[in-house]
């Protein structure tokens, strides 16, 4: 269940949410395309938010101009973007809080905690500039022809989740993932109001700012951003008297998609009360099962959103009893898939070829995927480098197939179950060379 709506009463109403109930007050400025009400439709950020509800009391919003906020008609000054996170900090009756800013949200963070320190507890910087556009004096930014590539990309694919490449690679290659940031996308702003943020962000300088600002700061870079490089980062935190510094391995711009999001959490928990906590997380050996229906969506176009329903309704109780008879786990299900886990390889081969048996009477194929790794387990979900191998690997499957990693074959060995040899492939986000396996016979 996500936090209720609401929204302040002055001269532009902005929406935010409250969650969490911790003595310290955490204010979270999205990058620049956001929606309250869109963001906790997919797990990855779910689970971010929630781990910062964990040790606070969160305010996440959308700035003027943006999602569920009043629309602009071209967008605001910088100040009065400022504004807005007074605006939430006076409408949850907040006389102090912690601010973290992401990306273009930095800069929001920056210029409050320099005009407002007596309102500002701490400052933490993800992945954020202090000017994005290349300079003379600043080699960090962004190059000419980049600029125009991002800006044409917006343009003519917004709305279709085109940035997502960038932004979250280790997801990227998720189709429902796509589908959800798409709609986010179009529900933050048209791609004219989306030109013109981004042309405004471009423009948008602070450096003089830096300076000024006197309240603990953290600044957090993501070592293989392609947006954001971490020479920003580098130099925020050269040009803010007394910041930390801290550069975590990813592939992408956004921490809470990172197989090592974790660490992004702890070390804003760590810098903001001194402890990193982990409430309610514990670490496993489990085998992961993907599996998803081959061809959903034009099947779903097809017969109609009934006759998919009742489909969908039979693919769950299917999957579910099959995770059960294995003495599985159902973590989640993914809309046309599912994710379970279980304690034992082969085990978790059978549940997903009965599945697959099962469903075909029904005139459904899926394909599956499966890795056995160590995954944290926290608050009824699970994350890790396991979790995006399992998906990657399900990624390869054709339909009606079931592939493993060599570390589920080599756990299966004596167990009667046969294989094919599928290669090596690169998995999307996951480091090396991985070896495939097709079950062959169960």
């Given at each position: 269940m996500q936090p209720d709506i609401r929204y302040t009463d002055g001269d532009a109403q902005i929406a935010y949410q409250v969650l969490g109930h911790g003595d310290l007050d955490l204010v979270f400025a999205f990058d620049w395309a956001s929606n309250v009400e869109l963001i906790w439709q997919?797990?990855?950020?779910?689970?971010?938010?929630?781990?910062?509800?964990?040790?606070?009391?969160?305010?996440?919003?959308?700035?003027?101009?943006?999602?569920?906020?009043?629309?602009?008609?071209?967008?605001?000054?910088?100040e009065e973007w400022m504004d807005d996170v007074r605006a939430v900090m006076d409408a949850v009756g907040s006389p102090q809080?912690?601010?973290?800013?992401?990306?273009?949200?930095?800069?929001?963070?920056?210029?409050f905690a320099a005009s407002h320190p007596e309102r500002t507890r701490a400052l933490v910087l993800i992945n954020a500039f202090a000017r994005l556009r290349r300079a003379q004096d600043y080699p960090a930014g962004m190059p000419e022809h980049i600029e125009r590539t991002i800006l044409d990309q917006i343009r003519l694919g917004w709305g279709s989740g085109i940035s997502l490449a960038t932004l979250a690679p280790e997801i990227a290659g998720d189709e429902q993932t796509i589908r959800w940031w798409a709609s986010v996308e179009r529900a933050a702003g048209s791609p004219r109001r989306a030109v013109r943020k981004q042309e405004l962000v471009l423009d948008f300088d602070i450096r003089h700012v830096l300076p000024a600002i006197s309240v603990p700061t953290l600044v957090m870079s993501t070592n293989g951003d392609p947006?954001?490089?971490?020479?920003?980062?580098?130099?925020?935190?050269?040009?803010?008297?007394?910041?930390?510094?801290?550069?975590?391995?990813?592939?992408?711009?956004?921490?809470?998609?990172?197989g090592d999001a974790a660490d992004s959490m702890d070390a804003i928990e760590e810098f903001l009360t001194g402890t990193r906590a982990r409430l309610?997380?514990?670490?496993?050996?489990?085998?992961?099962?993907?599996?998803d229906i081959v061809g959903s969506t034009e099947l779903a176009a097809e017969i109609g959103d009934r006759r998919w329903r009742e489909l969908l309704e039979t693919h769950d109780s299917v999957a579910r009893r099959e995770v059960e008879k294995a003495r599985g786990q159902m973590v989640k299900s993914t809309g046309d898939g599912m994710l379970a886990t279980f304690d034992g390889p082969a085990r978790a081969i059978r549940a997903v070829r009965g599945i697959g048996?099962?469903?075909?009477?029904?005139?459904?194929?899926?394909?599956?995927?499966?890795?056995?790794g160590e995954v944290e387990v926290r608050d009824g979900d699970i994350g890790g480098i396991a979790v995006h191998i399992g998906s990657r690997v399900a990624d390869l499957a054709g339909a009606g197939e079931v592939l493993v990693s060599s570390t589920v074959k080599d756990l299966v060995a004596g167990s009667g179950i046969d294989f094919e040899d599928?290669?090596?492939?690169?998995?999307?986000?996951?480091?090396?060379?991985?070896?495939?396996?097709?079950?062959?016979s169960v």
């Amino acid at each position: 269940m996500q936090p209720d709506i609401r929204y302040t009463d002055g001269d532009a109403q902005i929406a935010y949410q409250v969650l969490g109930h911790g003595d310290l007050d955490l204010v979270f400025a999205f990058d620049w395309a956001s929606n309250v009400e869109l963001i906790w439709q997919h797990a990855s950020v779910e689970r971010f938010l929630r781990r910062l509800a964990s040790f606070s009391r969160l305010v996440v919003f959308d700035p003027r101009g943006m999602g569920l906020s009043d629309p602009v008609i071209t967008p605001p000054a910088p100040e009065e973007w400022m504004d807005d996170v007074r605006a939430v900090m006076d409408a949850v009756g907040s006389p102090q809080a912690a601010i973290v800013g992401h990306g273009h949200g930095g800069q929001l963070g920056a210029m409050f905690a320099a005009s407002h320190p007596e309102r500002t507890r701490a400052l933490v910087l993800i992945n954020a500039f202090a000017r994005l556009r290349r300079a003379q004096d600043y080699p960090a930014g962004m190059p000419e022809h980049i600029e125009r590539t991002i800006l044409d990309q917006i343009r003519l694919g917004w709305g279709s989740g085109i940035s997502l490449a960038t932004l979250a690679p280790e997801i990227a290659g998720d189709e429902q993932t796509i589908r959800w940031w798409a709609s986010v996308e179009r529900a933050a702003g048209s791609p004219r109001r989306a030109v013109r943020k981004q042309e405004l962000v471009l423009d948008f300088d602070i450096r003089h700012v830096l300076p000024a600002i006197s309240v603990p700061t953290l600044v957090m870079s993501t070592n293989g951003d392609p947006y954001v490089i971490p020479a920003h980062g580098r130099f925020l935190a050269e040009h803010i008297p007394g910041a930390r510094s801290l550069e975590l391995a990813g592939p992408g711009h956004w921490p809470w998609a990172s197989g090592d999001a974790a660490d992004s959490m702890d070390a804003i928990e760590e810098f903001l009360t001194g402890t990193r906590a982990r409430l309610g997380t514990e670490r496993i050996l489990a085998t992961l099962a993907f599996t998803d229906i081959v061809g959903s969506t034009e099947l779903a176009a097809e017969i109609g959103d009934r006759r998919w329903r009742e489909l969908l309704e039979t693919h769950d109780s299917v999957a579910r009893r099959e995770v059960e008879k294995a003495r599985g786990q159902m973590v989640k299900s993914t809309g046309d898939g599912m994710l379970a886990t279980f304690d034992g390889p082969a085990r978790a081969i059978r549940a997903v070829r009965g599945i697959g048996e099962s469903l075909s009477a029904v005139g459904l194929q899926i394909r599956g995927g499966l890795h056995t790794g160590e995954v944290e387990v926290r608050d009824g979900d699970i994350g890790g480098i396991a979790v995006h191998i399992g998906s990657r690997v399900a990624d390869l499957a054709g339909a009606g197939e079931v592939l493993v990693s060599s570390t589920v074959k080599d756990l299966v060995a004596g167990s009667g179950i046969d294989f094919e040899d599928r290669g090596q492939h690169e998995l999307k986000g996951v480091p090396g060379e991985w070896q495939i396996y097709a079950v062959a016979s169960v």
